[in-house]
């Protein structure tokens, strides 16, 4: 922890995390690559489903993970390895716990969640047996996040990398398989994309916690989770519950934002769900560097070092914005090329084509945002960006979708030129609330 070492752990954090965004990226992508031979319903389903799926666990593992990694990242700066168990066990109970809950709803409230959609008999159908099966895995996907945190905030990005690597690994292998009955197996179409990945997650989290169980390095065992521990508790609840909100704010305005695209047809609706997944790209990979932001700045402020927690988030947001610039000018210069493997109909080729060229405009603002996001997050401020999302979502981005698509014409761009100007906003207030600096006095006890 030191301004000479800085670049050095950086690159050493960004990496594999930036790796690993992608391969969870590659899990979607996959899906959607194969399914696309099935043809549009089967796109607009599965794209719609994984989107639903997302939502429940952005909002709800997502914040247990940056808990988990700010809460972890903060003792080890510290250097109180007593603090690190007590935290880690919480953090795992309560995912388990909710965990368990939301598989229950995706068993027997996947129906419902499509019907509000407001698709096509078809798409609801299959939709919904994607759903059912992929949300019903949930818990395991709870564990994987949450483990995931902790070990970051130990400083090993690289352990999370390789296991999303082999799940990935096993769901393009069984995708294959399954979608399209090769061998000894049935053909099960859109059921064996979700049986896939729902097999990717259910690996994933047992593997993930028996290595948070068996590395030395990392004092947790697996009976600590049973040591419910009123202040860690609370602890993980100051920072989970705004991330929860932020993303359930977030998640909401998306709700909304596919009814909006959903309301223009089913072939602007697989466009969008084909788009969101090349888009998904960039932005996993500025998460991968928000990562790196996260756990610098925990473990810096655990040193109280808040300079080199400041310095941490300007460089690597130089960083990412190289990166994601890059991938700007790929997207504005080779649409076409981006969407030749998933081999869609010529109109929703023209639609996803036409959202990408948009989508390339947000890139710099993203980068900005998610690093500077995730910086706050490690220091343990998850107000401030559950106040930027707020901001961003509803009142940016879901009044300029409605009226840039309906009431000014542009129809389909308009969508996406309204999350452009929501991302640019968002940017702007994570800029400013960086140099405003109360995020550098969290403190946990």
């Known amino acids: 922890m030191s301004r000479k070492n800085l670049h050095r752990n950086i690159f050493t954090l960004s990496w594999p995390a930036v790796v690993e965004h992608l391969f969870f990226t590659v899990t979607a992508f996959v899906d959607m690559v194969m399914v ?6 089967s796109i607009a389903a599965v794209g719609l489903a994984s989107t639903l799926f997302f939502i429940f666990i952005s909002v709800f593992a997502f914040p247990l993970r940056i808990a988990a990694q700010a809460l972890t990242a903060r003792f080890a700066g510290e250097g109180s390895e007593s603090k690190i168990k007590i935290s880690g066990g919480n953090v795992l109970f309560v995912s388990l716990i909710l965990g368990i809950a939301i598989s229950l709803f995706g068993f027997f409230g996947s129906n419902v969640l499509m019907s509000l959609m407001g698709t096509s008999e078809t798409v609801y159908n299959l939709g919904s047996e994607y759903l059912t099966i992929v949300l019903g895995c949930s818990v395991f996907a709870f564990v994987y996040f949450s483990s995931t945190g902790i070990i970051r905030g130990m400083g090993d990005t690289r352990t999370p990398m390789f296991l999303m690597g082999l799940g990935n690994v096993f ?3 069984f995708n294959y398989f399954l979608i399209f009955g090769i061998g000894i197996f049935p053909r099960l179409e859109v059921v064996g994309a979700a049986i896939a990945t729902g097999g990717a997650y259910i690996l994933g989290g047992l593997l993930i ?5 068996l590395r030395k390095k990392i004092p947790i065992k697996i009976s600590d989770i049973k040591r419910i521990d009123p202040k860690a508790i609370q602890n993980i609840w100051k920072i989970a519950s705004p991330a929860m909100l932020e993303f359930g704010i977030r998640r909401t305005s998306l709700f909304f934002f596919l009814k909006m695209v959903a309301y223009l047809g089913t072939a602007a609706l697989a466009a969008h769900q084909l788009a969101l997944r090349i888009e ?3 932005f996993m990979m500025g998460i991968g560097f ?3 932001s996260n756990t610098l700045v925990g473990q810096s402020l655990g040193a109280k070092r808040v300079d080199l927690a400041d310095e941490s988030i300007k460089k690597i947001s130089y960083y990412a914005i190289a990166v994601m610039s890059l991938l700007a000018f790929f997207f504005v210069l080779k649409p076409a090329a981006v969407f030749s493997i998933f081999k869609p109909e010529m109109e929703v080729k023209l639609f996803a084509m036409l959202a990408i060229m948009v989508a390339a405009f947000e890139q710099i603002p993203l980068a900005f945002l998610i690093v500077i996001a995730g910086g706050l997050n490690g220091a343990g401020d998850t107000k401030t960006p559950m106040i930027i999302s707020f ?3 509803l009142p ?4 300029l979708a409605y009226w840039f698509a309906f009431k000014l014409g542009y129809g389909f761009a308009g969508i996406w030129l309204a999350a452009v100007c929501d991302w640019v906003v968002e940017a702007i207030l994570a800029v400013f ?3 405003k600096g109360r995020w550098r006095e969290t403190k946990f006890d």
Not at 209 to 213: D, T, W
Not at 396 to 399: D, I, K, M, P
């Open 36 to 41: 696309s031979r099935l043809g549009t319903d």
């Open 171 to 173: 769901n393009i292998i």
């Open 209 to 213: 916690l028996l290595l948070v169980h």
């Open 280 to 282: 998904s790209f960039s």
């Open 290 to 292: 928000g990562i790196a």
């Open 391 to 393: 901001i961003g979502s």
């Open 396 to 399: 940016v981005r879901l009044s």
């Open 433 to 435: 609330a960086f140099y």
